[in-house]
């Protein structure tokens, strides 16, 4: 695979991308489909900030904490990092159908700062577990929060299931077919948020696929 870093004919205009996994365990499944991640954004032209989970750790939302002691490092450096990007990749484990805790303690931090960082930033989600569902139905539960704060999240999500097995020891996916799957589904992500950030139209026509008026009255921001 070689998109040789362009969108159509010229090279591409930049972007760049917050990837991390949404798992604390060491040799998680999802840490090694976020790095393929990262090495396919780097690969196509796109620039990368790679975190980790345990970057953005907070104890449990508290508004009470919030009002007395503000906010903690972690949903400090949550919101820096979002900020820094126009759009976000993370690779989540299933836990009971949905979302991990830490991930949605973490979004609930981060959703009380003004400006709300998630608002119009694009996100693509991604899953691993040794499943035959591949984590899926926690990435439905996760787009939910994420769309509700206005997050513009990217309609083809990515489930690796029986990911024990798929990666090979290089760290790309066994299954050719696939790993070419999930390089086009990065690429086309890439040429989405470049489009969006350079080019105001495909903006426009984002908003309008979701049913809404570009107006910013009626923008999606709590």
């Given at each position: 695979m070689d998109h040789d870093q362009t969108f159509g004919s010229r090279p591409r205009e930049p972007v760049r991308f917050l990837v991390f996994s949404a798992s604390l365990r060491?040799?998680?499944?999802?840490s090694q489909l976020a790095e393929l991640?990262?090495?396919?954004?780097?690969?196509?032209?796109?620039?990368?900030?790679?975190?980790?989970?345990?970057?953005?750790?907070?104890?449990?939302?508290?508004?009470?904490?919030?009002?007395e002691q503000g906010f903690p490092p972690g949903?400090?450096?949550?919101?820096r990092r979002l900020e820094a990007c126009q759009g976000f990749v993370v690779a989540a484990p299933e836990y009971n159908a949905s979302m991990p805790?830490?991930?949605?303690?973490?979004?609930?931090?981060?959703?009380r700062f003004a400006p709300q960082p998630f608002n119009e930033r694009h996100g693509?989600?991604?899953?691993?577990?040794?499943?035959?569902?591949?984590?899926?139905?926690?990435?439905?539960?996760?787009?939910?929060?994420?769309?509700?704060?206005?997050?513009?999240?990217?309609?083809?999500?990515?489930?690796l299931a029986q990911a024990h097995r798929a990666f090979t020891a290089e760290g790309r996916l066994a299954d050719e077919q696939l790993q070419q799957r999930f390089d086009t589904n990065i690429i086309n992500f890439l040429d989405q948020v470049e489009a969006s950030t350079h080019y105001p139209c495909v903006k426009r026509a984002w908003v309008e696929y979701l049913g809404e008026h570009p107006e910013p009255a009626l923008d999606r921001v709590e």
């Open positions: 060491r040799g998680s499944l999802n991640a990262a090495t396919c954004i780097s690969a196509n032209g796109g620039q990368v900030d790679v975190a980790a989970m345990r970057d953005f750790d907070a104890p449990s939302y508290d508004q009470d904490v919030q009002h949903a400090e450096e949550f919101r805790g830490a991930l949605k303690n973490a979004i609930d931090w981060v959703s693509l989600l991604l899953s691993a577990s040794p499943s035959m569902i591949g984590g899926n139905r926690g990435l439905w539960a996760l787009r939910v929060p994420l769309e509700h704060l206005g997050a513009r999240v990217y309609p083809d999500m990515f489930s």
